[in-house]
């Protein structure tokens, strides 16, 4: 991925694709004058309204966390609407890859913490991961996107997108970053993600198990394989900010994670 793939997020050509650019400029316009922010410029709010955190010119992972979107703005990330402003008229694109993952390290090392101390563990247990030291570091430090690839399926900042625009979204940015990355890996968080993965790419069982796939909560843990748009192994997992990760599967989540990746 380049900077010309970088420019069609921030640009897009499709019809979905512009609503839901359009939805999220509105959205982060909206949250910046509850803050109190006013005059910000068209150029700094189609910065904060999408997310992408490759470094295309540097990192090599090998595993790619699939996410379903950014979320919304929080007071966390205040300070970055005031970083990318300092950028100027005309930045860098790997400029703003490098504030939109300071959005990214916020989120696992501060708000998701218990999951992400856990995960990267995990993963290390495996050699998936090579944290030398604190985890908290790992991440913050950026070592962290040396072994993971971060990507949402919807790039944009708004939570009205309907079914079809996940489609577009898959089929006008994460197919192609898929194939960019051929990854030996892929974990997918929760249902939408799931379903949008499972409707695309049609993921079968490595493992002769009783369960019902369309559910990502009977899926969670076990490998999946699919051919297209690469050959790799998947592994759903229940999204660890939400309900069920907080409640029914908080004591199993990285029992189930441990066993699906010994079975591969």
């Not at 950026?142 to 997108?161: I, N, Q, W």
């Not at 029914?248 to 010994?262: A, V």
């Amino acid at each position: 991925m380049n900077a010309e793939f970088f420019n069609r997020i921030a640009q897009p050509d499709h019809p979905e694709l512009r609503k839901l650019a359009d939805q999220a400029r509105t959205d982060v316009e909206n949250i910046l004058t509850n803050w109190g922010l006013e005059n910000v410029s068209p150029r700094v709010v189609r910065n904060l309204s999408f997310t992408y955190y490759h470094d295309w010119k540097r990192d090599d992972p090998d595993s790619l966390l699939l996410i379903q979107d950014p979320g919304p703005l929080y007071d966390r990330h205040r300070d970055e609407v005031q970083a990318i402003r300092n950028l100027g008229t005309n930045p860098d694109p790997l400029d703003l890859v490098s504030l939109h993952r300071r959005f990214a390290i916020s989120w696992l090392a501060q708000r998701n913490a218990d999951f992400a101390e856990k995960f990267v563990e995990t993963c290390a247990e495996h050699g998936l991961c090579t944290p030398t030291d604190d985890w908290r570091d790992y991440i913050k430090q950026e070592r962290f996107f040396d072994d993971f690839y971060l990507a949402d399926v919807v790039k944009y900042r708004t939570d009205s997108h309907s079914h079809n625009q996940r489609i577009a979204s898959y089929r006008g940015y994460l197919r192609d970053e898929i194939q960019y990355l051929d990854p030996d890996f892929m974990f997918v968080f929760g249902g939408d993600a799931w379903s949008l993965l499972r409707s695309q790419m049609d993921p079968s069982s490595e493992e002769a198990v009783d369960i019902d796939p369309t559910k990502v909560t009977d899926a969670h843990g076990h490998p999946f394989r699919i051919t297209t748009p690469v050959e790799t192994t998947v592994i759903p997992l229940v999204h660890f900010s939400g309900r069920v990760y907080h409640s029914l599967l908080r004591d199993s989540y990285f029992d189930f994670l441990k066993e699906g990746l010994t079975t591969i």
